[in-house]
């Protein structure tokens, strides 16, 4: 069952075209990593997916309704952290759970808020003012906030930003529990591969608002494959050819150039395939692992 | 012998005038005496009364006041729990002060009809320079010896008149109701000072430019006369 | 709904900047009390010169219920300044501060939050005016006593009894929280179309301060216009102490000159508060959150 369901979500900032025609499904009890540059787009999707901005065109469906119209009955399910642990100075952080489990339409039991205050490490500073935390503290506070009513899909934007690498691990064990003890569904965002390939089920790579690839992380990560550039006089001609060949399964969506995600022993047939069919070959080139793609893809931005 | 006529002449003109002056200055008008005669029965009284404040640029509602009286002439008028607006040095002119100072002359006028009755005229004139009136008018009932009217003019605090209707205690020449008249000058404050923006109430405005004249009337319920007041009450 | 309110309060109160305001207000008022008690007659004797050229006044002309007035008349064109602070910073704060988010996010429709928060701050509003009749009126009853209103006016003279006095107060205060909830709506709406506080306080602030202007200025050019600003409305709980006179020019009392001049003013006021809301709410209802 598809928790989330995004169709060809577009939005336009003026004559910015923040998230362009993205479709995407997150499946029950999945961590879904979404990963993307700084500026890819992932913010705007992920406030899209909170109803926090319109999208310009496409659907978004969660648990299975439209979140334009379900809006009170979805969000009731879902704890999220958004970008900055944006808090408010003057309240500590106790105080921020019980304002934030005040706000929701399920009675929060009363242990409820110490019991995420210890999850997230903040149990013994409950009593201090925000004001005096570090960043990193204010991100767990965030996590916590997102937390507090034990929601069944938890969005996590970009959360071991300003944390230490304790504050990361911590973090990241924390999901994995989330998703495999708890059965909730998780998206996280990251602008680093390594964070998301050790906890992620499922990665969607985005890039200037549009799907650069999306895989199961393990498929993605395969050394069985790899990942085929191939640089040509004709890009056209070249794409009939890989069709015409069978090898559509294996094309990487991509606006300029053309990548394929390939077991390397299919490697010497592409050239071949391509080779009798008289393509203008320059180069074939082989990339390492999804690492370097991904520093490809962005570097190239 | 010129100047021995010339002396003469100036020395008789002298004693006429000495002597055209004598019966004037020791013996006042009957009919004073009579009412000062009355008014001499009283040596104080409380009022109480009903205080109505009518001047052009003035709301006021009625009030309830206590009239405090003291021989000779200790006079104040008191609004019960409140602020009263009394004509500036008038009520203390009333007959009871004016009389009981016995310092002045006095010159018949005649006759006059006044609301069906026939009152005799009578100005008074100080002839102590302290007091503070030039002159006054007084509008006497010469058969019951009660005033009805008079008419004063101060040396700093304008004309004043006082008009009067008796009743229970006329015996005491003590009058049921007193009227004052008197001029007013003219009211503004800067809207600066008032705060005031807004159009005030045009009927008000439009009644103090065209009324200049003020009156306040006392309408007494009950006198308690000669149960002595302490005068620093005053 | 209810939920959301006590949590916007709950923040309101919790910050030091509400109690600014607070301050403000009581330290105004002490200073002009403590004036008034020390040079308090000479004052009263030069708003009275034109009167003792006519009359003498008797009696305790500079009582509390004087003192309540002119506290009022200095103060309410200043209180819209104050609220400004708070309510203008209701939306455009938390944009800033980026927390509009996280309170957009939860299962609650915007309109709700945008009411919500419109609420807590006319509450506050209220108890701003609330904290400012305290202060102006009770203990100025308690430190100057309390004695028939003597009012000057620019024109003429209201002399209120005493025990006629206080409903007026009522009535004034009642009148200046639909005064206050309107400047709490400006700035509300200001607030609603800003993504950081300084923009819509200033905005706020300028808006009441021009508008005053206008409506205080005796130029024929904005006579015209006066009657359509809502600061010409606001003034006008001076109504509630003016007073009807009969035939006889005896003031009548328990009446009110002109109450519909009241009435038309709050209706002015209530169409503002309303206009603006909405229009808060139609504006968030559509924005983007991007903070």
Not at chain 1, 275 to 280: F, H, I, N
Not at chain 2, 27 to 38: A, F, H, R, Y
Not at chain 3, 266 to 287: G, R
């Amino acid at each position: 069952m598809s928790v989330i369901k995004v169709q060809h979500i577009s939005k336009h900032f003026g004559n910015l075209k923040a998230v362009d025609d993205l479709s995407f499904e997150v499946q029950a009890g999945q961590v879904f990593g979404f990963l993307g540059q700084n500026g890819s787009g992932k913010s705007t999707t992920i406030r899209m997916l909170l109803s926090l901005i319109h999208p310009s065109s496409g659907s978004i469906e969660i648990f299975g309704k439209s979140i334009e119209k379900n809006r009170a009955a979805i969000l009731e399910q879902v704890g999220a952290i958004i970008e900055r642990p944006d808090l408010y100075p003057y309240l500590n952080a106790k105080e921020h759970l019980q304002l934030f489990a005040k706000v929701r339409k399920q009675k929060i039991p009363a242990g409820a808020i110490d019991a995420t205050l210890e999850k997230v490490g903040l149990f013994h500073r409950a009593k201090d003012k925000v004001q005096t935390f570090s960043l990193g503290m204010k991100q767990r506070l965030g996590i916590a906030i997102a937390l507090v009513h034990n929601p069944s899909l938890i969005i996590l934007d970009e959360p071991t930003n300003g944390l230490d690498p304790q504050g990361i691990a911590a973090i990241r064990t924390l999901i994995k529990q989330l998703a495999k003890e708890e059965g909730k569904t998780v998206f996280v965002s990251s602008h680093l591969l390594s964070e998301i390939e050790q906890v992620a089920d499922q990665i969607l790579i985005i890039h200037q608002g549009k799907k650069i690839i999306e895989g199961v992380t393990k498929d993605l990560l395969d050394p069985q494959r790899r990942i085929v550039q191939i640089k040509t006089m004709d890009d056209e001609g070249t794409l009939q050819v890989i069709v015409a060949g069978s090898f559509s399964n294996y094309l990487l969506p991509r606006r300029e150039g053309i990548f394929l995600k390939i077991p390397t022993y299919e490697i010497p047939l592409l050239n071949e395939t391509l080779v009798k069919a008289g393509v203008a070959l320059l180069a074939i080139e082989t990339k390492n692992s999804l690492e370097d793609y991904f520093l490809q893809i962005t570097s190239n931005a | 012998m010129k100047n021995y006529k010339v002396i003469l002449v100036i020395g008789a003109l002298f004693l006429l005038s000495f002597m055209s002056s004598m019966p004037l200055a020791a013996q006042l008008d009957p009919l004073i005496e009579k009412v000062s005669q009355k008014l001499a029965l009283v040596n104080d009284y409380v009022a109480e009364g009903n205080m109505k404040t009518d001047v052009a640029f003035i709301k006021a509602s009625l009030g309830k006041v206590k009239v405090y009286f003291k021989k000779p002439n200790l006079l104040k008028v008191k609004k019960e729990g409140g602020i009263s607006l009394l004509p500036r040095g008038g009520v203390s002119l009333t007959i009871n002060t004016l009389l009981n100072t016995k310092q002045y002359t006095t010159i018949p006028a005649g006759t006059q009809l006044v609301n069906g009755k026939n009152l005799t005229v009578i100005k008074l004139i100080p002839t102590d320079d302290n007091l503070d009136w030039v002159i006054s008018t007084l509008w006497i009932d010469p058969i019951a010896a009660l005033v009805y009217k008079t008419a004063t003019t101060t040396k700093e605090n304008g004309s004043y008149e006082i008009t009067m209707q008796y009743g229970e205690y006329a015996n005491y020449g003590l009058a049921s109701k007193i009227i004052f008249s008197f001029n007013t000058k003219d009211y503004k404050l800067p809207n600066g000072i008032t705060l005031e923006f807004g159009d005030e109430d045009p009927s008000a405005k439009q009644k103090a430019l065209k009324n200049k004249k003020g009156t306040i009337e006392i309408t007494y319920s009950k006198y308690s006369i000669n149960k002595g007041i302490p005068s620093n009450l005053f | 709904m209810w939920s959301l309110i006590q949590v916007e309060l709950y923040k309101i109160f919790r910050r030091p900047r509400t109690y600014i305001a607070f301050g403000a207000v009581a330290a105004l008022i002490v200073v002009i009390q403590l004036g008034l008690k020390i040079d308090g007659n000479s004052y009263a004797a030069f708003l009275m010169k034109d009167i003792n050229d006519t009359l003498t006044v008797d009696g305790k002309v500079l009582n509390g219920y004087l003192i309540c007035y002119i506290l009022l008349q200095l103060l309410l064109v200043h209180v819209p300044l104050l609220v400004a602070l708070i309510a203008a910073d209701m939306l455009s704060g938390e944009a800033n501060l980026g927390t509009l988010r996280l309170l957009f996010s939860t299962p609650f429709s915007r309109t709700q939050w945008v009411l919500a928060k419109f609420i807590a701050a006319s509450v506050y509003t209220i108890l701003l005016l609330i904290w400012l009749a305290f202060l102006a009126l009770f203990v100025s009853m308690w430190v100057f006593g309390t004695d028939d209103l003597f009012l000057m006016k620019s024109n003429y003279v209201v002399l209120i009894e005493q025990k006629d006095v206080l409903w007026r107060y009522v009535g004034a205060f009642v009148f200046a929280s639909f005064s206050l909830l309107t400047v709490t709506s400006l700035g509300f709406l200001m607030s609603s179309m800003a993504g950081n506080s300084i923009g819509p306080i200033v905005g706020t602030m300028s808006a009441i301060v021009f508008f005053t202007i206008l409506s205080t200025l005796n130029i024929p050019l904005f006579t015209i216009i006066k009657p359509y600003l809502f600061t010409t409305h606001m003034n006008n709980w001076k109504e509630f102490f003016d007073i009807k006179v009969n035939a006889s020019n005896e003031a009548i009392t328990g009446s009110i000159l002109n109450i519909p001049k009241i009435k038309t003013s709050l209706i002015v006021l209530t169409l503002h508060i309303i206009l603006f809301v909405t229009a808060s709410i139609m504006i968030m209802k559509k924005k983007d959150i991007l903070s």
